[in-house]
Nanobody, 123 residues
Framework: QVQLVESGGGLVQAGGSLRLSCAASGRIFSIYVIGWFRQAPGKEREFVAAITWSGRTTSYSDSVKGRFTISIDNANRVSLQMNSLKPEDTAVYYC?????????????????WGQGTQVTVSS
């Protein structure tokens, strides 16, 4: 089992920045990819970014490319630096983990999920 805990959400004005963190514990040696997803009210959960646990490969959705950066902080923590935030970035953000090597943008690829952290961007 892998446990994931997100932190760092909050309220920020448009154009501002936030840094989300995902702490992993348990069988972290089994993780191949950590992904970030988000879900706004009334919408489906959508892919934001992903990184291999080695840190060698990253992937971003078109909506956040150039504004968000995913990184490995240390042996058990992944961060999502979010800059130039927009009101449409408002959502609950989740980190997720998988040992699968394909389809990182699909929610069904991931076996483990955190509880989520709220990000609200005011206009």
């Amino acid at each position: 089992q892998v446990q994931l805990v997100e932190s760092g959400g909050g309220l920020v004005q448009a154009g501002g920045s936030l840094r989300l963190s995902c702490a992993a514990s348990g069988r972290i040696f089994s993780i191949y990819v950590i992904g970030w997803f988000r879900q706004a009210p009334g919408k489906e959960r959508e892919f934001v970014a992903a990184i291999t646990w080695s840190g060698r490969t990253t992937s971003y959705s078109d909506s956040v490319k150039g504004r968000f950066t995913i990184s490995i902080d240390n042996a058990n923590r992944v961060s999502l630096q979010m800059n130039s935030l927009k009101p449409e970035d408002t959502a609950v953000y989740y980190c997720a983990a998988t040992n699968r090597r394909v389809s990182w943008v699909e929610t069904q690829t991931y076996d483990y999920w955190g509880q989520g952290t709220q990000v609200t961007v005011s206009s």
